[in-house]
């Protein structure tokens, strides 16, 4: 059976420091996809990026930067100079080939502190 | 409009009415989704749909009733709803159900609440 494991449930750190926010899955598939989405307080979930399985490499956008390594099963998410308005809720998800749902963890709330 | 939208975004119902809640998208996507985020619970998948059939039902209670006209709309129609009910109702939608586009994008949610 899939899981993502978000242990992190509430961080706060103040304006301009950077962060990383955890990330573990499990799964028995070869062929799997995770993902990143954001969950500001108006309650939309904004999707962030999409990693599939074959492609470790790993990702900058901006501020934000993945870091993928199937050797721990890990796909951790840094804010690099963080901002209040990075404060939000932010979920890891997986889903594999087989599946035609998406398994979210349990969210980690982040707090931007001025 | 331009993604996934969604109708009301509040709403506050009795136990005996009944009311639908609406999801349009317009990102041209063929699979859609209803999903349940009480406070401090993970997100619920509660129904799927591609290419308008109904491809899930997580073991959802009866007065919920999914309905997909077509792969751009979908409604989720409410009756005799319990408290515990009241929740954040995300709508989401994707290209494909699985595979290459499968990311899902999400509409703003309808907060439900019920008294």
């Known amino acids: 059976a899939q899981k993502v494991t978000q242990a992190q449930t509430e961080i706060s750190v103040v304006e301009k420091e950077d962060v990383t926010l955890d990330c573990v899955y499990e799964?028995?598939?070869?062929?799997?996809?995770l993902f990143w989405y954001k969950q500001p307080p108006s309650g939309e979930l904004v999707f962030l990026i999409r990693?599939?399985?074959?492609?470790?490499q790993n990702e900058i956008s901006g501020r934000y930067s993945w870091n993928f390594q199937k050797s721990t099963s890990s796909f951790n998410f840094t804010i690099t100079a963080s901002q209040v308005v990075d404060s939000a809720v932010y979920f890891c998800a997986l889903t594999t080939n087989r599946d035609d749902k998406i398994i979210f963890g349990k969210g980690t709330r982040l707090h931007i502190l001025p | 409009e331009t993604g996934v939208t969604q109708t009301p975004r509040h709403l506050v119902m009795g136990m005996t009415n009944k009311k639908s809640l609406k999801c349009e998208q317009h990102?041209?996507?063929?699979?859609m989704y209803w999903y349940k985020q009480s406070a401090k619970k993970p997100l619920e998948l509660m129904f799927v749909?591609?290419?308008?059939?109904?491809?899930e039902n997580n073991s959802v209670p009866s007065r919920f009733s999914p309905e997909c006209p077509n792969s751009s709309h979908l409604f989720l129609h409410l009756h005799t709803l319990q408290p515990e009910d009241s929740a954040l109702y995300l709508c989401?939608?994707?290209?494909?159900?699985?595979?290459?586009?499968?990311?899902?994008?999400f509409g703003p949610g309808t907060r439900l609440t019920v008294l």
């Open positions: 990693r599939n399985s074959f492609d470790e």
């Open positions: 799964t028995r598939d070869t062929t799997y996809y």
């Open positions: 990102l041209g996507h063929n699979a």
């Open positions: 989401a939608s994707s290209q494909t159900l699985k595979g290459f586009g499968n990311e899902q994008f």
């Open positions: 749909y591609n290419f308008k059939e109904q491809t």
